[in-house]
Nanobody, 121 residues
Framework: QVQLVESGGGLAQPGGSLRLSCAVS????????MNWYRQAPGKQRELVAG???????DYEDSVKGRFTISRDNAKNTVYLQMNSLKPEDTAVYYC???????????????WGQGTQVAVSS
């Protein structure tokens, strides 16, 4: 069984910073992409940032230059450094990973439970 456990959410002031972490545990043969999504109240879940197994990253336009995604393959962990936070960044942030549990398996999608980020003065 695979689990994704997020941490690092909380309350920040506008212009402040937070760092999210997501650790993958359980039976894992390989991890393909690792991603961060967010969902604000009344809105659809959106992809914020993603990083491939080779380290190539991509970002949603509104967070480019402010957020940085990184991963530690040895620890099966992905991070999201969020700087210059804005009130519109307020949302529940979800970790997502595309994982193969066994050599003979295909890749499957896994989600974390979500962590709340609130940006307010």
């Amino acid at each position: 069984q695979v689990q994704l456990v997020e941490s690092g959410g909380g309350l920040a002031q506008p212009g402040g910073s937070l760092r999210l972490s997501c650790a993958v545990s359980g039976r894992v043969f390989s991890i393909n992409s690792m991603n961060w999504y967010r969902q604000a109240p009344g809105k659809q879940r959106e992809l914020v940032a993603g990083i491939t197994s080779g380290g190539r990253s991509d970002y949603e336009d509104s967070v480019k230059g402010r957020f940085t995604i990184s991963r530690d393959n040895a620890k099966n962990t992905v991070y999201l450094q969020m700087n210059s936070l804005k009130p519109e960044d307020t949302a529940v942030y979800y970790c997502n990973s595309v994982i193969r549990q066994r050599f003979t398996d295909g890749y499957s999608n896994y989600w974390g439970q979500g962590t709340q980020v609130a940006v307010s003065s």
